[in-house]
């Protein structure tokens, strides 16, 4: 009798725990039957390839009709009748394509993704909140609702954003919740200020005061400067060379005497990766052949599934433009309308500083500041975290800002390297903004004027913006709020007690360094230095390497009779300037006679290269491990030390030591006891590079061409196996202007051609939707990869023959 009791205890508790079980997410693992429950599981989301041609919906969101016409890539064209339709239209039809995409990049910038994927996330989570980013998405919101345009636009993108998940279903959540086990929240309006904060924690939270400052300490100033000048040999800068400065220059700050003393005798107290970068330029019709300019962009970030633009033109009164925005914010961020064109890329000035502060005691409570002590305030943090309970996390604040961590994390949490513990940030990040009205007036602009009154509202992160208009007027300006700084200021670490290393105000917006139709008839930048020596403020000590600017403005001084497809070629150039300089050197130093049979032919391979980083060729990927192998031969024995931060120098300052410098010290191994060469190391590198190569991708044949080497991919967001892209067969390289690596490089391409009527071509890597289970989801990515740009519709009507319509959606106000 007991037997059978047990018997139908455990026939009753297995099926429970089963159920339990296939219904509960456990670590990665998704639920099991909520996943593959045919009406609201995954295969839900695959989509029909019949799309409905004519649809309509009421929504109570619009004040009048609102038409969405979808071309034959699913871009939504929207005309509506006035500004706040047109707003909540674009929210609702991005919603619609990318909601998972923008709930989970919102999540990630304000620090919460341990709600979702439980404790894994935690050191994350702190990061984020402890470098302000909630905080300075908070402040960036005062400033777009204080104006009336700007606050229209961010609620009606919100109010569409909510419309479309109020009509969500289970079974209609993009494949990623149910992957994830979670469910969509309302959306609101300081979602699109993170957005915005996470764009420009990409672009300019990377830091290098904290290894600079060990540097110092380790070397002293003169080798500091000689190895880390703030201004590199070689440069062809975005202003060009010679240009004068039109404006009376406000007084710029002395450095305070403790600079002086740490700059004469020393001190005993996320580097920026190269591959965050952008390409833009314009041409006036002096050399095009239609007479009219044409602008360029390719903006250089990660490349994602789903793609980090969407697509979408906006046609209302007072404005038809065509472009690619942020999923999450209102308005076009790159493209064109009937009059101009507009473009950007990453300026890196320094508008990041950590200080160094002093408090009372262990409750910091009170710093020391000006001869006194100040009190912090604190700001209460709390963590949601999947199956537990949540946690408060206390952030000390400072009139600097956030004091990040007054102790480095247990875990091993890479992110925190480059933040020196105890130590208040100040970024311009923090401070209340509204680059919404940027683009709100570059969306409607007409001319020159429009595009100057356009920028004074940008604050960050800081960007090259690049402008062309029908009235044959180009223009570039390195653009944002730029605090007025002493020279070097933020290079290192920064007094937190003296008020002299405060920023003392602001370069005035109309002296930020621009060019207008310059006497070269085109403008151009690469993210390299913004000016020559002679403009009188800093912006920062250290930019992007000269060599893809460099290559761009000679191109560009070279060509006449240039038409949109010349300029989609050069957008695809992979001749590396690099190469061009250093390989001469190199091969004076091979010793061939000590090479085994498979480094004779690398060597007999790269010497006939023609520098060019093509898809099949070989040599490239000889030259980058032989080249990244050298710099860290000559470098690591001094700047590679535990516990201690420091960087390497700079590209530029490596390449003129071994071209200029053959017996440099630098050369020489201090941790061997013989005395290195330069040959030494050319010699040594060039065989691990043939030795390492071989290991990995057998003898030398197809397996060590270019593209197989780099591996360019497109991977998800979220890094879901099976949902990223194959490896792409391309070339380029980070040094060319066709800046590619595995998995950074052009995410949006684009030529304009000005004129009666403007001519749009473009193309991202990946789709419109968001979906998985879209045909729309990677359609465009051979396109990209081929290097091919497609035809953009420039609708003038919902009727608009010119293009290839697949559907037309009315929304109308519901009653």
Known sequence: MIINKIKAFFCILVPLLLIYCLNTKFGDVPPVVKFLNPFKGFWQNAESTAITAESAINLPGTT???DIVFDDRMIPHIFAQNDHDLYYAQGYVTAMHRLWQMDFQTRYAAGRLSEVVGRKAIELDRYQRRMGMVYGAENSLKGMLADPRSKQMILAYTAGINDYIHTLTAGKLPMEYKLLDFVPEDWTPVKCALLLKQMSAVLAMGSDEFYMTNILKKFGPEITTNLFPDYPVKEDPIIPKGTKWNFKPLPVPLPPASYVQMMTTGINTKQLEEGIGSNNWAVSGEKTASGFPILANDPHLNLTLPSIWYQIQLHAPGINAYGVSLPGAPGITVGFNQNIAWGVTNVAADIL?????KFKDQTHKNYWYNNQWKATTTRMESISIRG????????FYTHQGPVVYLEKPKANFT?????PTGHALRWIAHDSSNELLTFYFLNRGKNYADYRKALTYFTAPAQNFVFASADNDIAITPNGKFPLKYKDQGKFILDGSDPKDDWQGWIPADQNPTVKNPERHFVSSANQSSTDQTYPYYINWEFAPYERGKRINDRLAAMTKITADSIRIMQSDTYSIFAENVLPTLFANI???????????????????????????????IFELWTKRLFSDIWADEFSVDNVPMRYPSRDRTVELIVKEPNSKWFDNIKTAQKETLADLINESFKFTCDSLERKYGTIGTGWQWAKVKHTNVPHLAKIAGLGSKTLLMGGGKSTINALSESNGPSWRMVIELGKTPKGHGVFPGGQSGNPGSRFYDDMIDTWADGRLYDLYYMQSPTDPSAKKIAHLKIAKKR
């Open 64 to 66: 009048k009709d609102v």
């Open 415 to 419: 992110m925190a390297d480059n933040v």
């Open 353 to 357: 500083d950590f200080y160094q502060i």
């Open 388 to 395: 537990e309970k949540a946690e408060i996390d206390t952030v």
């Open 591 to 621: 010793d061939g006679t000590k090479l085994n049979a498979t480094q004779k032919e690398g060597l007999n391979i790269i010497t006939k290269w023609n520098k060019r980083y093509d898809a099949k060729e070989i040599a490239p990927g």
